[in-house]
């Protein structure tokens, strides 16, 4: 008897926790916490030749469906996890890296980031030029979900972000830092990990909501006037809609 739990694309390591600590039909006891399930993603053995660096295994969750049975342990499911990723991050995706001057860390850092921007899946490859050409620039990337990433890990997310998130001082916090973060912020899919690899060619700098379309898509723009005047119509739609 197999039973099968799903995680899906843009899931941290704190959701993917959750996820595996409230699964049942297992012999194995269950955790007490969640924490004792991040422990289990501490096992950075699974990924050393990927990425030396890495303290957790965040990132390398690789979001699929997974099944399980009664006699499957937690760690196992962990590595099988990995496993996936590994098949999905092909030796050519590697060697597209390579090409890039990008280590594998950096690859599924900047597709997690495109994971978590990312509303419409036509727009991953706008958005990855957005990140590639402000990484070459050296200026802020100015991504939201680090933000939030950075108030989870101090204990302090409240739901959205305040003026006390924008300014924390934070390696994750690219409001505050210019490049990428340290790490993955969630467990990117193989369209954004395929964005990061192959970017859009185009003169953009900045996105936002798009206020008009409302459907998740953006608005980009390669100049500050139009992306200002893009914010501020976004700002309008919002007040108009009472949130």
């Avoid at 739990?5 to 843009?10: A, R, V």
């Amino acid at each position: 008897v197999t039973s099968s739990f799903t995680i899906p694309e843009g899931y941290n390591q704190f959701d993917i926790s959750e996820i595996i600590a409230g699964l049942t039909g297992m012999k194995q006891a269950p955790p007490e916490n969640e924490e004792e399930v991040l422990e289990l993603f501490k096992n950075v053995s699974l990924i050393a030749d990927l990425d030396p660096e890495a303290k957790t295994l965040e990132g390398y969750l690789f979001p699929d469906t997974y099944e399980y049975t009664a006699t499957t342990t937690r760690e196992q499911l962990v590595e099988s996890m990995v496993k996936r990723f590994r098949r999905v991050y092909t030796a050519e995706k590697q060697k597209q890296a390579s090409d890039l001057g990008m280590t594998t860390r950096q690859v599924l850092t900047l597709a997690s980031l495109i994971e978590k921007e990312a509303k419409v899946d036509s727009e991953r490859e706008l958005i990855s030029s957005v990140f590639h050409r402000r990484l070459k620039m050296g200026v802020q990337l100015a991504c939201d979900p680090t933000v939030i990433y950075a108030a989870l890990l101090a204990g302090k997310y409240r739901g959205k972000i305040y003026r006390s998130d924008l300014d924390r001082d934070s390696p994750y916090n690219t409001y505050q830092k210019a490049g990428l973060p340290p790490g993955p912020i969630a467990s990117p899919g193989r369209r954004s990990i395929e964005a990061a690899l192959n970017p859009a060619e185009t003169d953009y700098l900045f996105f936002v909501v798009d206020a008009v379309k409302k459907d998740g898509s953006h608005k980009f723009s390669a100049s500050s006037t139009d992306h200002e005047r893009a914010v501020k119509l976004l700002r309008q739609s919002e007040r108009e809609a009472g949130k």
